[in-house]
């Protein structure tokens, strides 16, 4: 049976609005081709030439002098026609800079003759020249952003609502801003159809089909992103000047910094860009942004930057030993036994929600308990009654989101007021807000539920136990630092928080300077944002850090070989 997705149906994508058309689609003027023509060679390309397949890696730009080139992604109902580019139009988008799978197919539809810019290339010119940096880099963004919300094209997600692995592989293609087209056996008719296309069983779902047609059943987050371009080239074997473990804000700030300061560096993952804050709905106490920015968003915009300078951010890889006894540098082992070495490191791998003590819990995790508040979670409770438990910003904005979707939002602590824990505006909102109930003095006892969550059991000081049908509860408790991988490299406080700067023991510090503000004790290994012991936990103060570490990297670079 021939399980590639079928070619006889056109589909056409919805145009984008006018006044952001001329924006992902700019036209070029001639002086803008001319400095162009300088970062890549003029070729001619004949009508019916195929310059790149949808997954291609390492494809370059072409811009478009004469003739057209047309953008095509496959999907579930055919050939998906994406846009005509006419002259002065340069193909690509975000992924095009950091060598990843094209998102379209590029054909050429009339004899064309275009400027092909390789990637090096590319990245040179992006950093070069300012006017055409900012016009492409604001193309690809939003090019990708157009991919994201066209459902109908791209890699397809098979799955059930209920099911946690489905939810598994939904958050990380959505948190990672993989276009996807989803179907769920229990909402979506069409689905038997497809079940039967590929020889699919119910049991054998969640199943992601790449755009090749090839079906993954099953498949672990590492088997997707290498399915669908995602992941990293070869990395074995493979020297950076840095290393960064974690891509939250504290980790892409410091990438940002030394790679557009021309050190070679990698930033390792094991999930998504983002951290913590990308999974926040919307963050309006940042700097900068009055009127708010999601944590998507913001991931998206970092890494974005990072890539821009030649940073290398390779997601989902995870760093699972660390050797750092080396004379000249360290030694990191991936999961996919890999090995890199850096002359220097940033730990910057935040902290994670700590989880009750409730004996079912891993058991609804995806089915009913979630630990952030996208778009995605929000649909699923949409018209039902939530629970967001915990006293932090983070719970609060994800309460005043949901309260949008669900039909009751229910904000349950252990202490008696938010206000030693939340900002004020967030209060405020709450408390405004109709459909959202704040419970102080509580506490969730058990968690009800077969094969997914359908009841709580929760606690109010003084009062007996009470039952509620609740199907959604978030959780957004005190964090817990992840640094389990470092073993005894470093040194930790009592709570598992990397200890810095001031904080290290004259006993356990081995050169005579004194060790910088982000250093930790070991020389050459910095700690930024929420995984290091006296860190402010809010975005603005991760940023920061990333960006001083940087400064006295530098400065410990210098000083060895």
């Not at 098979?158 to 087209?181: K, W």
């Not at 004379?327 to 850096?342: K, P, Q, S, V, Y």
């Not at 904005?397 to 939340?422: D, K, N, P, T, Y």
């Not at 509620?468 to 490299?489: Q, Y």
């Amino acid at each position: 049976m021939d399980k590639s997705i079928p070619d006889s149906v056109e589909v056409q994508v919805t145009d984008p609005p006018m006044e952001r058309r001329h924006q992902i689609f700019p036209t070029l003027t001639e002086g803008q081709i001319e400095t162009l023509s300088h970062y890549g060679e003029r070729r001619t390309f004949l009508t019916g030439e195929i310059l790149f397949r949808e997954g291609d890696r390492h494809i370059p730009m072409y811009v478009i002098v004469s003739g057209e080139i047309v953008i095509e992604r496959h999907g579930v109902h055919g050939p998906h026609h994406v846009v005509t580019d006419g002259p002065g139009v340069f193909t690509g988008e975000v992924g095009t800079l950091a060598g990843r799978a094209a998102i379209g197919t590029g054909r050429v539809s009339r004899d064309t003759e275009a400027i092909v810019i390789d990637e090096a290339s590319l990245r040179t010119l992006v950093i070069v020249e300012a006017e055409l940096s900012e016009l492409i880099m604001r193309a690809y963004i939003l090019r990708r952003v157009a991919f994201i919300q066209d459902s109908d094209g791209g890699v397809v997600v098979i799955g059930s609502r209920h099911s946690s692995d489905t939810f598994r592989i939904r958050e990380f293609l959505g948190r990672n801003g993989q276009p996807v087209a989803y179907f769920d056996v229990d909402e979506h008719p069409g689905t038997a159809d497809l079940l039967s296309r590929f020889d699919l069983s119910v049991s054998e779902l969640p199943a992601v089909i790449d755009p090749h047609g090839a079906v993954l059943k099953r498949p672990s987050n590492r088997a997707v992103a290498d399915a669908i371009g995602l992941s990293p080239d070869a990395l074995d074997g493979r020297e950076f000047d840095l290393a960064v473990v974690g891509a939250g804000p504290a980790g892409l700030a410091s990438a940002v910094y030394a790679a557009s300061e021309g050190l070679n560096v990698i930033v390792l993952d094991a999930k998504a860009p983002g951290g913590q804050a990308g999974t926040s709905s919307k963050i309006e106490n940042y700097f900068g942004f009055p009127t708010g920015i999601s944590g998507v968003a913001l991931a998206g915009r970092g890494l974005s930057q990072a890539r821009k300078f030649g940073a290398e951010v390779a997601v989902p890889i995870e760093v699972i030993h660390l050797a750092c006894n080396s004379e000249n540098g360290f030694d990191l082992t991936l999961d996919d036994e890999e090995h890199i070495h850096a002359r220097s490191m940033v730990i910057a791998t935040g902290a994670r929600y700590r989880k009750p003590a409730l004996p079912n819990l891993e058991q609804f995790e995806g089915q009913g308990i979630y630990y952030g508040a996208s778009f995605m979670e929000a649909n699923l409770c949409a018209g039902e009654d939530a629970v967001v438990v915990g006293g932090g910003n983070s719970a609060g904005q994800a309460a005043v989101f949901l309260s949008g979707h669900a039909r009751h939002v229910h904000v349950i602590v252990r202490s008696e007021s938010l206000a030693a824990s939340m900002s004020h505006y967030l209060i405020q909102r709450i408390e405004a807000t109709a459909n959202i109930t704040f419970l102080p003095g509580t506490e969730i006892v058990e968690l009800v539920g077969a094969e997914r969550l359908e009841k709580i059991r929760w606690q109010t000081s003084g009062k007996p136990v009470e039952e509620m049908s609740i199907a959604h509860v978030f959780l957004f408790l005190g964090a817990e630092p992840n640094t389990k991988w470092l073993g005894d490299c470093v040194k930790l406080d009592r709570k598992g928080f990397v200890l810095t700067g001031p904080g290290i023991d004259a006993a356990d510090w081995p050169l005579s300077r004194a060790p910088h503000l982000l250093e930790t004790s070991r020389p050459g290994i910095f700690a930024v944002g929420d995984v290091r012991c006296g860190s402010v936990k809010r975005v603005a103060a991760a940023v920061g850090e990333g960006s001083v570490a940087v400064q006295a990297l530098h400065a410990f670079l210098a000083s060895v070989p």
